[in-house]
């Protein structure tokens, strides 16, 4: 008999995906320190699915669909909310944003015109998802109120390398996969 700790990794996600809330607000209200935290703990909450679910073979279709699904929200509702206080720039959540949903809308084309999407994550991908959280984290440490010159300067750069990665992300996506799906789209239309 399976074991009922199995859905654990799961219940751990959607609890993740519940911290956005209070996330933001600690940004909205200026608790930069309570979003430190609030960040961390979704950081290290992330960590413990993950283990749990490849050390005791608890991997399951749902933690797979909704585990990206909670990282993303958390990382989104941040996001937002740094662009509201002012911490970051409107243009960096349009390119965030934007690159997420050319993905998302190519992914459905491909899946709707071509059939199943069988796709992982690239390295490339990977670094912009780590540049990105690195820089929502430097930019709430560099909210604070006691941050230095130094911790302000490490945003910025961060800023423009995960802008670039970002970017780069995307278009990689779209060549890639619009290359693939003319290819697949030949050899049904061959004769």
């Known amino acids: 008999m399976p074991s009922p700790l199995r859905h654990l990794p799961n219940v751990i996600t959607v609890l993740r995906m519940f911290a956005a809330v209070p996330l933001a607000w600690s940004i909205a209200a200026g608790e930069y320190r309570a979003a430190l935290l609030w960040a961390i703990a979704a950081g290290a909450s992330d960590a413990l699915d993950g283990l749990l679910a490849k050390r005791f073979d608890w991997q399951s279709e749902l933690g797979g669909r909704i585990d990206p699904i909670a990282d993303k929200l958390l990382l989104l509702s ?16 349009g390119l965030s944003v934007g690159r997420d949903v050319v993905i998302v809308g190519g992914a459905l084309a491909y899946h709707t015109l071509i059939g199943p999407l069988r796709a992982r994550p690239t390295l ?13 984290l430097f930019a709430i440490v560099a909210s604070d109120a006691t941050a230095g010159n130094w911790q302000e300067a490490l ?17 990689h996506y779209v060549l890639v996969w619009s290359s693939r799906a003319r290819r697949e789209w030949s050899h049904r239309t061959d004769p």
Do not use: D, F, H, N
């Open 78 to 93: 941040a996001t937002v909310a740094l662009v509201i206080a002012g911490e970051l720039p409107l243009w960096w959540l």
């Open 124 to 136: 490339l991908s990977k670094v912009t998802t780590a540049l990105q959280i690195a820089l929502v």
């Open 155 to 171: 945003a910025r750069y961060l800023l423009w390398l995960a802008a670039a990665a970002t970017l780069a992300s995307g278009v």
